[in-house]
């Protein structure tokens, strides 16, 4: 069978088949301007000059817009994400990096796949070696866990709107709280290429990072208690991201995961604890406080739609980062001072202190936030490129030298 590589930000991608080539194209991942090659070509070339190609590429073209104005809003938005890359020191994220991750959504997949992904990091289950083309993960479990709790979150609201039965409050809080954070620290679970980490080890550190992660925050908040009273609540992103970094950091320092996408997955498992005990925090004070179970009805579900957006994103960021500096190395407090680490840092404390501020309160239907939701989301996924990109490089380092395959 015929199989084709092409060329990626500087790496291969391949051996695929013909039919996978054709799903990039669709996808947009794959361009005209893609160089390609197979067995028998001399030289690497643009797909465009390949025959096999050529109609699939023209579909691909009809789809992605009319006219200048999708190619002009394109160019904007890869510029802006450039631009934020060069500050964080991750990644160029291209819309087709962002449309490949997404490919495989709204595919159907049985319970058996479903399954393999959750084998992942066991014993049973050995992790699967690092390919030197190894191609973009992309993630969909995610999606139908989220439709798990969606749906049972509708049948509590329901029967909660028809019968005013009390008993029913505590799992609309423990469900609004936990099914947001939790999908999204799946998808993070699910972009780890080495596929060394448990989903055990991500619902230890959910659980004991959240609660740690909250204690520090809150012995910070104590030390800062007049510098607090001056700034307001935009304090919290300078004291929170520190505290769940150190949880990060205590938890899974000893562990033997070194790649930065295990730091981005360790990261998001932390983020996701300490944001769902937050939420279901707020949600249960607003219901003592204001007695008004409609507000807290309101509360939970506006801080689930916003939880992907916040704290698993930010805690994914910082841990990722520091993880990319440590490779593999014990901790030490001198990597928060390297630009790899302090960078993307303080990009999610400026974020998370602006999204206390009023600033974002000024812009309808929480367009603020899911602003400052996407500079994060850019930034992670810069920082997901780049932990490929050091995969396929210790791999082909590897091989080239004969050593055991990474994991």
Not at 373 to 388: F, P, Q
Not at 390 to 403: D, F, I, P, V
Request: a neutral charge.
């Amino acid at each position: 069978m015929q199989t084709w590589h092409f060329a990626e930000g500087g790496a291969t991608v391949g051996p695929l088949d013909s039919s996978a080539i054709k799903q990039f194209i669709q996808s947009g991942r794959i361009t005209a301007s893609t160089l390609v090659w197979t067995q028998g070509m001399q030289n690497w070339m643009p797909i465009s000059g390949i025959g096999e190609f050529q109609a699939d590429l023209a579909r691909a073209n009809a789809r992605s817009g009319s006219g200048s104005a999708a190619t002009t809003n394109r160019g904007i938005v890869e510029n802006i994400s450039g631009q934020i890359g060069k500050i964080t020191e991750t990644e160029h994220v291209k819309v087709e990096h962002v449309g490949g991750l997404f490919s495989e959504v709204m595919k159907r997949h049985n319970e058996q796949e479903m399954e393999a992904v959750f084998a992942a990091g066991l014993t049973s289950a050995p992790p699967t070696s690092v390919q030197p083309t190894m191609m973009q993960p992309t993630p969909w479990v995610y999606t139908r866990v989220l439709g798990f709790f969606g749906l049972a979150f509708l049948g509590l609201w329901l029967g909660w709107r028809e019968f005013e039965n009390l008993f029913l409050i505590p799992g609309l809080i423990l469900i609004g709280a936990f099914a947001f954070p939790l999908g999204t620290a799946l998808f993070f679970f699910e972009c780890n290429a080495p596929r060394n980490i448990s989903l055990f080890t991500v619902m230890k550190l959910f659980v004991w990072g959240g609660v740690l992660g909250i204690l520090f925050s809150l012995i910070g908040f104590e030390l800062t208690e007049r510098a607090g009273s001056v700034i307001g609540p935009p304090i919290a992103g300078i004291i929170e991201e520190p505290g769940k970094l150190a949880a990060v950091i205590l938890l899974a320092n000893g562990m033997r995961y070194r790649w930065s996408i295990n730091g981005l997955v360790l990261g998001a498992a932390v983020g996701a604890g300490f944001a769902a005990f937050e939420s279901a925090g707020y949600a249960f004070v607003t219901a003592v406080v204001s007695n008004d179970d409609q507000e807290m009805l309101s509360s939970i579900t506006t801080r689930g739609v916003l939880a992907p957006f916040a704290h698993v994103v930010w805690t994914a960021i910082a841990a990722g980062a520091l993880w990319r500096v440590r490779a593999g190395r014990p901790f030490d407090w001198a990597m928060l001072s390297d630009r790899r680490c302090l960078a993307p840092l303080i990009a999610v404390m400026v974020l998370h202190a602006i999204w206390n501020s009023s600033i974002t309160e000024k812009l309808p239907f929480l367009l603020g936030y899911f602003a400052l939701g996407a500079v994060g989301w850019v930034i992670a996924i810069g920082l997901l490129l780049g932990g490929l990109q050091e995969l396929r490089k210790a791999e082909q380092a590897n091989a080239s030298t004969g050593a055991a395959p990474v994991q």
